[in-house]
């Protein structure tokens, strides 16, 4: 990947914005975590509404790329999440996700972008609970972290 | 031509209508691009519903349906089914959950009725980019092919057999029968192995339905689900099997003696030789390694004594080819080899013994005649039994074998019977694991046959006595871990049980059937709990302990679980290939193969003329590993590819248009 000099992500000039509600995309993979998302639905577990599924056949479908077009599109953050290792439909897709996104994560700086803006979970298809746990956690986390502001990047 | 898109929101009674503005997300997608008509109604999924969408595809000429409502998991296929009905390939189609993920989560309607037009919008985004997409149907050849011939691989080809279909079994060795025709008594029944396992193997002889292949391996498979081509390589037996009565005038006129596998070294066999009298050919075998004739170009004893003339010096190995539909894997385990575990001092003292040898020296057709005797010819007056060696170790195997608990308390029992109830037998354990049908009630029984238990594993076995009672003996040395003290004890014979481990060439077969072994080097299931028997190769199934260790009963059950599982195939006569697999476009493809060490299918080859990748679609199963990963973004998912995935970002992410009342299009 070229290296990229960018301006380091800055807080939005003026006052912080009263209630700052994040946008997310969420790569799940089809198996486990949408599925958990599925339970989670189907208790009634009220989630923050600002995380936004993407339904993938597994997480080792999911390119860098698309992170990156989540994030350059406006995306304050972006999760992926799949089944526990061991557990993956595709027996390995997901172990091959997180050296990926662990790549990704010293990248991602590089553009300028904070890289606790990225995060990689096991959500098992039983675990409806831990589903709505998880984005809710991350989308407060984010609230905290405050907007992205990439449109400012320059090249991308 | 821009794509017509007709989009459908549901009530789902008050389900969805009750917390979303499903009307209101319906004006919102008639006023999103390409979008032609957008309705809204009570339940989608019913029949009214669904003919609403096949009425417009009809009517208004729809290329592309998007249908927002509950879980794609539940319905999608009901409204594929519905698109198709309409005259539109069901690709074309795509569901948006605003159920689950939207009006049963969101508390704040307004919140809620937002989050449900931005996930409308992705999908509508993202349908545009949709293309046609068919399964393919494949023919299944009827025949199946089972390798290895132990009481696994003789189930699954009679359970075939039974139903019609022609079956092909490849054992490598001279018989069949596996490990189990070692066997003189099973637990926890004790029955006979022999009376229980002689019949099946007979019974495969005589199956007109399985053409039986021993000294034979399976060399090459290609080809994939339903259509596999299996070269086997059959080795010269040298004894013609058509000619020869079995009558066994060989084996005794033979003048050369060697130690004997099947006897597990403790036993001789001749040159030519057979397993026992019980055989599946009962053919005997010459081994060209050792018989004169081949050696020293002399002999010709079992020639010239045959009564049948069936003794052939000049049989060659040869090569068929077979066609099948399905593969049943039964090709066992093996035993650790205890050497690696040098402090209990095997082959180093004559009385140690695998557990594989005690059952030889148990079994009535054994070196001994089924008598537990010392290389002295006595029986031993007190026996250690030593379990879980090479099991449950981190320096040789972490798992459990799950028999030896068993088996030893078979030994405890076998050893009071036969040698006399004053035998002392101590046994060595870590924890008891009898968790299987009438195991629990065996270990008790064994316990009331005054058997010692001592907990712990076992330090050291030597033969340097300490004491006056240790004389000539082999001493254990140990800690009782319950007592919290050493223990040295000294015995006339020990027993390891040795772990099961996978095969040595387990690596070997796993690379010729294009199958994954897992970490501890058994071959791997498709799911560790709901694809136990289903490898993740289609069309090839697992049966018995090359999955990993089992008892004979598991082993069975196993072996039925992978034939019923192939018979589903082969019955069938076809298989659906799913159209939503990768595919590498060779002009952008730089050759750089990552792709193929990152696809656990085996599934991509390296076509070697134009330098590109090529994914084999009836092996890929459409994970995306390669697709995420390629440099170039040659390779790309069908379904899932990169337009379409950035198409439903951006509908997600680019701030949605206002709702307006559409001019053009015709909202419900
Ligand atoms: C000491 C000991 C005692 C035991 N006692 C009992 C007991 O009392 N009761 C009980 O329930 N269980 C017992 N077991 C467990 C029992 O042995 C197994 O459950 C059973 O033998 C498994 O059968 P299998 O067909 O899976 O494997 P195996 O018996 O190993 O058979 C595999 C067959 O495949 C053949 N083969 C291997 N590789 C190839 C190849 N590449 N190509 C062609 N053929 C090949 C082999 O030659 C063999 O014939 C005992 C195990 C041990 C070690
Ligand atoms: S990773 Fe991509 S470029 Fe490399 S060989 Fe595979 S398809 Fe071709
Ligand atoms: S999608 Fe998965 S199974 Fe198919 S070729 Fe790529 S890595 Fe292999
Ligand atoms: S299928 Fe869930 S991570 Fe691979």
Known sequence: MQELIVTPE????????????????????????????????????????????????????????????????????????????????????????????????????????????????????SEGNEFAATVNRFAADIRELGPIDTRRLPLL | MPSRIGVYVCHCGTNIAGRVDSPGVARFAAGLKNVVVARDYKFMC?????????????????????????????????????????????????????????????????????????????????????????????????DVLVVGGGIAGIQAALDIAKSGHKVHLVERGP???????????????????????????????????????????????????????????????????????????????????????????????????????????????????????FVKGKCGACKKYCPSGAIDFEQQESFLDLQVGTIVLATGFDILDPGSLSQYGFGRYPEVYTGLQFERLNNAVGPTGGKIVMKNGKPPESVAILHCVGSRDTNHHEYCSRVCCMYALKYDHLIKDKVGHHARVFNFYIDMRCFGKGYEEFYRRVQEEGVTFIRGRPAEITDQAQRPEEEGKLVVIGEDTLLGRPVRVPVDMVVLCTAMEPRRDAAEVARVFGISQGQDGFFLEEHPKLGPVSTATDGIFLAGTCQGPKDIPDAVAHASGGAGQALALAARG??????????????????????????????????????????????????????????????????????????????????????REPAGADVA
């Open chain 2, 175 to 293: 018989s069949i029968g596996g490990h189990m025709a070692q066997f003189d008594k099973t637990f926890p029944t004790l029955d006979c192995a022999a009376c229980i396992s002689t019949p099946k193997m007979v019974a495969v002889a005589q199956e007109t339905n399985i053409n039986l292949m021993t000294l034979s391996e399976v060399v090459e498979v290609k080809g994939y689900v339903g259509n596999y081509t299996v070269r086997v390589r059959n080795n010269p037996r040298y004894v013609n099997q058509d000619l020869c009565t079995g009558c066994g005038l060989c084996m005794e006129k033979c003048p050369k003696k060697v130690p004997s596998e099947f006897e597990e070294g403790i036993g001789t066999r001749k040159a030519i030789h057979r397993n026992s009298p019980q055989s599946v050919p009962n053919t005997p075998v010459i081994d060209p390694s050792v018989c004169l004739q």
């Open chain 2, 574 to 659: 076809e298989v659906s290939i799913s159209p939503t697999v990768s595919w590498i476009n060779p002009d952008i493809c730089v050759g750089c193969k990552i792709c193929i060490g990152l696809c656990a299918y085996s599934a991509i080859e390296f076509d070697e003329r134009r330098k590109v990748s090529v994914i084999n679609e009836a092996m890929c199963k459409g994970c995306g590993s390669c697709a995420g990963h390629c440099p170039s973004g040659a390779a790309q998912v069908r379904h899932f590819n990169e337009k379409q995935v950035f198409a439903e970002l951006e509908g997600l992410l680019r701030p949605a248009p206002p709702v």
């Open chain 1, 10 to 125: 800055t807080a939005p000039l003026g006052a912080p914005e009263a209630a700052f509600e994040p946008a997310i995309v969420a790569f799940v993979c089809n198996w486990c975590t949408y599925t958990a998302a599925d339970l989670a639905g189907t208790a009634r577990m009220v989630q923050s509404p600002n995380v936004r599924l993407i339904r993938m056949m597994c997480t080792g479908m999911v390119d860098p790329k698309y992170i990156i077009k989540a994030l350059l599109e406006g995306a304050d953050a972006v999760l992926v999440s799949g089944c526990h290792p061991g557990d993956c439909h595709y027996i390995n897709g997901n172990y091959k996700a997180r050296r990926r996104m662990k790549l990704l994560k010293e990248i991602l700086p590089r553009f300028g972008i904070d890289e606790r803006r990225l995060k990689l979970t096991w959500v098992g298809a």
């Open chain 2, 46 to 142: 019913s029949d009214p519903g669904q003919d609403m969408i096949i009425k417009d595809i009809r009517e208004m000429g729809l290329t592309r349906v998007v249908v927002a409502s509950c879980s794609p998991r539940l319905h999608e296929k009901t409204f594929q089914k519905a698109c198709q009905r309409g005259g539109l390939n069901p690709f074309l189609f795509q569901m948006t959950c605003i159920r689950e993920h939207c009006s049963w989560v969101v508390a704040d309607p307004a919140e809620a009725t937002a989050k449900a037009r931005t996930l409308v919008a992705a999908a509508v985004a993202r349908v545009n980019h949709h293309d046609e997409l068919y399964s393919r149907v494949e023919s299944v050849h009827p």
